[in-house]
């Protein structure tokens, strides 16, 4: 999807793809009516069922990796791709956690009762169709169907021609436990069939699906966000920095960096960029780096930060650092290293540079710590703590179904609250406006 101007689609096409939204649109009033109850019980029957019918959907995701692996797919999109026995319980568990959640639906978020006598009331209510749209992530057909359905939602999936096996997989058996449950299959439809022209008839649908939600690389969202009708919750790409401050714990920041560039690399919340405050760069850098380098990582690395790796770790993997390693996301293991003067430099260089995803400071100094979580204007910032916890599992949300970097709406991770909506609730008397 690197083209940003939409494609024209035939009639047929067109058809398809709106009668696949009417009908979830159309079937999305029989969730709003449930009780958490009832949608608990069916979140973990389909959990029950994705781990008895794992070998069916690893079976239909190997199809994808051998697709994957002739068209020569990066490491970290292929990580992220990818399925077996382990994951498939992990994405299962996520819907499991969805259902132990409170329902959000129905809370009341402020009220109170008017001089007049009028009681009002703000609740939360479904969203009712949410689009999602998203490359190469089998778990967010899943993640994203379990949290609409718990929120009151019905979902339209597109979930890319990469993974198009693996996700009807998935989408087959929801559907089953849906249908096993007395409801319409058509809360959970799939247009991966119809390939990139079938977004952009998505992106149309306003009037059919309330919300549209992308996912993946730069190149998609930045096409969602400028060319949609629907209107859109933004989720960005993850070039995520790490500064060591002049005072960081040294056998900390080891550990931290190599969990956060290393754990799983494929992902938004991965290390892109670190940062080394001059005063510490002779010491920490090089103890930092060991860890890397032992994982693999190559370094894109500045001039004065060259030059000591080369120094004191020989066998690190260096290639000069240009402008557009500041601007870019690796998914791989390919990290940039910038040392900076202090921390002034540090904040000049996030606000040039940063996505506004997720960033965090080693410190050990108050004030150094206090600055960077004032000033840093991103979705999460953190202090002495991997970039990897930017996750809405992590944040005890269960299953997230993006991280947002817009500030209209949701930011951050969103979890079940951040796809519903409100409306405000009056109880009268009898009253007039005077």
């Not at 797919?73 to 382990?86: H, I, P, W």
């Not at 058509?186 to 939600?213: K, N, S």
């Not at 991997?386 to 930011?411: N, P, W, Y």
Request: net charge negative; charged share 25%.
């Amino acid at each position: 999807m690197d083209d940003l101007t939409p494609t024209s689609e035939d009639p047929t096409l067109t058809a398809a793809v709106l009668d696949a939204a009417r009908a979830a649109r159309d079937a999305q009033p029989a969730l709003a009516r449930l009780h958490r109850g009832t949608k608990d019980r069916v979140l973990t029957a389909m959990a029950d069922a994705l781990v008895e019918r794992a070998e069916e959907i690893v079976a239909a995701n190997a199809r994808d990796l051998e697709a994957a692996d002739a068209a020569g797919m990066a490491a970290g999109l292929r990580d992220r791709l990818a399925l077996d026995s382990r994951r498939v319980a992990s994405i299962a568990q996520q819907l499991r956690d969805a259902a132990a959640l409170p329902d959000p639906v129905g809370e009341v978020v402020r009220g109170s009762v008017l001089d007049n006598g009028l009681e009002l009331r703000e609740v939360r209510v479904p969203m009712g169709v949410i689009g999602m749209v998203y490359e190469a992530r089998p778990n967010v057909t899943v993640d994203a169907a379990g949290l609409a359905l718990k929120a009151g939602s019905a979902v339209v999936l597109r979930g890319g021609s990469a993974a198009l096996h693996s996700n009807t997989a998935l989408i087959a058996v929801l559907r089953s436990v849906l249908a096993e449950h007395d409801l319409p299959e058509d809360l959970i439809v799939g247009i991966d069939e119809h390939g990139r022209e079938g977004v952009d008839v998505l992106m149309r649908a306003r009037g059919l699906v309330d919300v549209l939600i992308p996912r993946g690389g730069a190149g998609l969202i930045r096409r969602v966000v400028e060319h949609s009708l629907v209107p859109v919750i933004e989720t960005g790409t993850g070039k995520t920095h790490i500064l060591l401050d002049a005072t960081a714990d040294l056998e900390d920041a080891a550990a931290i960096v190599a969990n956060a560039k290393t754990q799983r690399i494929g992902v938004c919340n991965a290390l892109e960029t670190l940062l080394v405050h001059r005063d510490i760069a002779a010491e920490a850098l090089p103890r930092v780096a060991a860890p890397l380098v032992e994982a693999g990582v190559r370094f894109h690395a500045d001039e004065p930060s060259a030059a000591l790796l080369a120094e004191t770790v020989p066998e690190a993997q260096v290639v000069p650092a240009s402008e557009e390693d500041w601007e870019t996301e690796y998914l791989a293991l390919e990290l940039a290293v910038k040392i900076v003067d202090d921390l002034d430099a540090a904040l000049a260089h996030i606000r040039a540079h940063s996505t506004g995803h997720t960033e965090s400071i080693l410190t050990r100094d108050s004030t150094s710590q206090h600055r960077f979580l004032t000033e840093v204007d991103s979705a999460v910032v953190m202090a002495n703590a991997s970039t990897r916890f930017s996750d809405g599992g992590e944040f005890g949300f269960g299953a997230e179904i993006g991280i947002s970097t817009q500030k209209l709406h949701a930011r951050g991770p969103m979890g079940l609250r951040e796809i519903t909506a409100t409306k405000w609730l009056v109880v009268g008397q009898g009253q007039v406006r005077p």
